[in-house]
T-cell receptor
Framework: KAGVTQTPRYLIKTRGQQVTLSCSPISGHRSVSWYQQTPGQGLQFLFEYFSETQRNKGNFPGRFSGRQFSNSRSEMNVSTLELGDSALYLC?????????????FGEGSRLTVL | QQPVQSPQAVILREGEDAVINCSSSKALYSVHWYRQKHGEAPVFLMILLKGGEQKGHDKISASFNEKKQQSSLYLTASQLSYSGTYFCGTGGTSYGKLTFGQGTILTVHP
């Protein structure tokens, strides 16, 4: 079974630009969550999607948005990039219902904002 | 609110034991433990639910004290492969939304 796939793995942007990150969950998983990981703030929850609906949202500004498609694939978008948005963005999937609680993380998309 | 982990870092020799603690100021519904090796994705270790039993995973086990709002991760007879950063996460009924602690860096030397 293929794991969680995130693309791109690395990207460099400049301030003010926008970026879109993609996540393909494990086949059959209906829940996708996004986390931001930085050395200073650690792992912070961004949002969770289940069956194309945002189920939970973290404390991030409106510049951060996401969506989920009917095939459970998810994208997150960050607009008007700031230097502080440089981070590893991790996507995690889980079955979504009656699951074991295990989140399956992808290897992440490392964003550098210059 | 972010749970607090202690210690922040621990260094062990192979075969030694370690305990990592996770405390929350909020009532806990579930506690999740993950390990992340450098440059890799976090990997699930175990989940403890309110009212549930102590869990075990090979030589790694954990407990959950609801009254104290604490969880502890026990690593016995540590191996080199245990090295990494351990995170505890607290969650509600939706396991996709976790609030993680700042992490504990565990280093095991030969």
């Amino acid at each position: 079974k293929a794991g969680v796939t995130q693309t791109p793995r690395y990207l460099i942007k400049t301030r003010g630009q926008q970026v879109t990150l993609s996540c393909s969950p494990i086949s059959g998983h209906r829940s996708v969550s996004w986390y931001q990981q930085t050395p200073g703030q650690g792992l912070q929850f961004l949002f969770e999607y289940f069956s194309e609906t945002q189920r939970n949202k973290g404390n991030f500004p409106g510049r951060f948005s996401g969506r989920q498609f009917s095939n459970s694939r998810s994208e997150m978008n960050v607009s008007t990039l700031e230097l502080g948005d440089s981070a590893l963005y991790l996507c995690a999937s889980n079955p979504g219902l009656a699951d074991t609680g295990e989140l399956f993380f992808g290897e992440g998309s490392r964003l550098t904002v210059l | 609110q972010q749970p607090v982990q202690s210690p922040q870092a621990v260094i062990l020799r192979e075969g030694e034991d370690a305990v990592i603690n996770c405390s929350s100021s909020k009532a806990l519904y579930s506690v999740h433990w993950y390990r992340q090796k450098h440059g890799e994705a976090p990997v699930f270790l175990m989940i403890l639910l309110k009212g549930g039993e102590q869990k075990g995973h090979d030589k790694i086990s954990a407990s959950f004290n609801e009254k104290k709002q604490q969880s502890s991760l026990y690593l016995t007879a540590s191996q080199l492969s245990y090295s990494g950063t351990y995170f505890c996460g607290t969650g509600g009924t939706s396991y996709g939304k976790l609030t993680f602690g700042q992490g504990t860096i565990l280093t095991v030397h030969p």
